[in-house]
């Protein structure tokens, strides 16, 4: 069991920056590609990022691409979201997940954190 928790969260303007952050309750952490995901109101939970279990693969959705970054510190059982230039469409509740399988797009979660809501204001 893969226990996560999510912090980092909350309100920002456009053009802003957060770090979301997803400390895993695990020793075999480095063995768990990870992934974020978001959902917004009245919207289907979609992925946005993904790293695999070394890092060395990384996925990002095309709405995120060249803005957010997704890294781990396997050494603190982390993984966090750097979200640049943040826009309004980016407003979300944010969870980490935990995945068997690093899948870039198609990675599959398999154990959730309570997410993180992120409000960006125009």
């Known amino acids: 069991q893969v226990q996560l928790a999510e912090s980092g969260g909350g309100l920002a303007q456009a053009g802003d920056s957060l770090r979301l952050s997803c400390a895993a309750s695990?020793?075999?952490?480095?063995?768990?590609?990870m992934g974020w995901f978001r959902q917004a109101p009245g919207k289907e939970r979609v992925i946005v990022a993904a790293?695999?279990?070394?890092?060395?693969?990384?996925y990002y959705a095309d709405s995120v691409k060249d803005r957010f970054t997704i890294s781990r510190d396997n050494t603190k059982n982390t993984v966090y979201l750097q979200m640049n230039s943040l826009k309004p469409e980016d407003t979300a509740v944010y969870y980490c997940?935990?995945?068997?399988?690093?899948?870039?797009?198609?990675?599959?979660?398999?154990?959730w954190g309570q997410g993180t809501q992120v409000t960006v204001s125009s």
């Open positions: 790293i695999s279990s070394h890092g060395f693969s990384k």
């Open positions: 695990t020793r075999t952490f480095s063995s768990y590609p």
């Open positions: 997940a935990a995945s068997y399988t690093y899948g870039g797009p198609e990675t599959v979660p398999n154990y």
